[in-house]
């Protein structure tokens, strides 16, 4: 069995200012979705995008990402808590970010910038779509450094089980580098090379929602499950219950575009 390295959750201090890990992944995760957006920009698969439009479109996503995720914790996940602890909602450095909710809040970002930019929903989503699983893994290595979202109990004898000395003594799933692999490079790998030639309207956006889905669901299984507000299950988890609509939504999305056969 492996021993959790109890890392640093601080990369490093200035004084008074500490710059932790969980923060420097989210800027990695901004700083790959303009590499790549241009990327995507200089093989012709965004005509009539230009590179301020990616820098602004960042903007409105970190704002997205930022209050949807901190809420969609808030909200799914920890209700009780943050009721009797109101403050904490503001330290997000201190990890518990939602992506279900960051989802939420990006759509609506994604949604206001398309209006103003004159550019359809499905077109805006089907642009970043590719852009985002890179951020997902930054993320879930953050969460990995900050040692939260534990996995469940695992066989002893499996060679990468770990213990989590801060939990207790019990073999675990890192299952914080399963999601990364998942949910990150995976899908990563698989948007990016179907999203090599240009697709319907819609298809990106719908194989983003299917993936992750899928995906995510499969994680739940080694990870030690959130209570949530439907209550604490080993069964179905909030994950999966929130992961699921996702993936109904991505098959429609995926069914309509290939019907319509509309350029994106």
Not at 46 to 54: H, K, L, M, N, Y
Not at 61 to 77: A, D, K, S, T
Not at 86 to 114: D, Q, R, T, Y
Not at 151 to 175: E, K
């Amino acid at each position: 069995m492996l021993i959790y390295p109890q890392l640093d959750p601080v990369a490093l201090r200035l004084g008074p200012l500490a710059v932790h890990w969980y923060g420097l992944m989210y800027l990695a995760g901004f700083i790959l979705f303009v590499v790549l957006g241009r990327v995507r920009m200089a093989r012709g698969l965004a005509p009539g995008w230009s590179r301020q439009d990616i820098d602004d479109l960042l903007f409105y996503g970190v704002l997205g990402v930022i209050l949807g995720g901190r809420l969609g914790q808030v909200l799914f996940y920890e209700p009780g808590y943050y009721l009797v602890h109101p403050a904490e909602i503001l330290a997000v450095w201190k990890g518990g970010m939602s992506f279900h909710g960051g989802f939420l809040g990006v759509l609506v970002a994604m949604a206001l910038w398309g209006k103003k930019t004159g550019r359809s929903f499905f077109q805006v989503t089907d642009f970043i779509a590719p852009l985002v699983p890179t951020g997902l893994l930054a993320g879930r290595i953050g969460n990995f450094i900050n040692g939260e979202l534990w996995g469940r109990v695992a066989d002893p004898a499996l060679p990468w089980s770990m213990i989590f000395p801060h939990v207790d003594t019990l073999p675990r799933h890192p299952s914080q580098l399963y999601q990364a692999g998942m949910e990150g490079l995976l899908l990563f790998l698989i948007l990016w090379f179907y999203g090599a030639r240009p697709r319907p309207l819609r298809a990106l956006s719908g194989a983003f929602l299917v993936g992750y889905g899928v995906f995510r669901w499969l994680g739940e299984y080694f990870r030690e499950p959130d209570a949530g507000i439907f209550g604490h299950s080993y069964t179905v988890s909030m994950g999966q219950w929130l992961s699921l609509p996702m993936v109904l939504i991505g098959v429609l999305l995926i069914f309509i575009a290939y019907r319509k056969q509309e350029s994106s």
